[in-house]
């Protein structure tokens, strides 16, 4: 009984919309059949690329390094700090350092802990020695201002340089 219901139900509302008076529309169709089209751009040129042999008899292989490079591939590669690959990664080595925000200190048993807000809002509680952001940053200190830290960066050479940087209280760095 309720599906007849809404069954001659929908066929009055349809019958309501149904409007005989389509000059308007017939009009601006009309209109624009009658516009002049709009011309369509050339096709670009496509200039032929010129064409090289490599005959590799006596030249090197343009895909390894030169010697004087791989040298200093080499010394740059075996010399200076490296981050550990067996060190399991810490919860806010994940993050990027300059998302991360110092909101406090806390000295606990004659130890100063930091207190470093992750974007999400956690907050976690950190001390000299633990790692965080994404360069292998170590925290080397903490006072009640700063988390001061030693990040590890690749010098384009297969080494890493020690760059400093810190965390201020209530900044992202």
């Given at each position: 009984m309720r599906k007849g219901c809404y069954i001659v139900l929908a066929v009055f509302?349809?019958?309501?919309?149904?409007?005989?008076?389509?000059?308007?529309?017939?009009?601006?169709?009309?209109?624009?059949?009658?516009?002049?089209?709009?011309?369509?751009?050339?096709?670009?040129?496509?200039?032929?690329?010129?064409?090289?042999?490599?005959?590799?008899?006596?030249?090197?292989?343009?895909?390894?390094?030169?010697?004087e490079i791989a040298d200093v591939l080499q010394e740059?590669?075996?010399?200076?700090?490296?981050?550990?690959?067996n060190r399991r990664k810490e919860e806010l080595e994940f993050f990027p350092l300059d998302s991360l925000k110092m909101v406090g200190t806390m000295n606990?048993?004659?130890?100063?802990w930091g207190l470093v807000q992750t974007p999400d809002g956690t907050i976690h509680r950190v001390r000299v020695g633990n790692h965080l952001g994404q360069n292998y940053g170590r925290i080397t200190?903490?006072?009640?201002?700063?988390?001061?830290?030693?990040?590890?960066?690749?010098?384009?050479?297969?080494?890493?340089?020690?760059?400093?940087?810190?965390?201020?209280?209530?900044?992202r760095s």
């Open positions: 509302l349809l019958a309501g919309c149904e409007n005989h008076d389509m000059h308007d529309l017939e009009n601006y169709v009309a209109e624009v059949k009658a516009r002049p089209p709009t011309p369509i751009d050339p096709i670009p040129q496509i200039t032929q690329a010129e064409t090289f042999l490599y005959i590799g008899d006596d030249r090197r292989d343009p895909f390894e390094p030169t010697k740059s590669t075996e010399e200076g700090p490296r981050p550990d690959p606990r048993k004659g130890t100063m200190s903490i006072d009640e201002e700063h988390i001061n830290l030693v990040e590890l960066i690749p010098n384009g050479r297969g080494g890493y340089l020690e760059r400093q940087a810190s965390l201020a209280l209530g900044e």
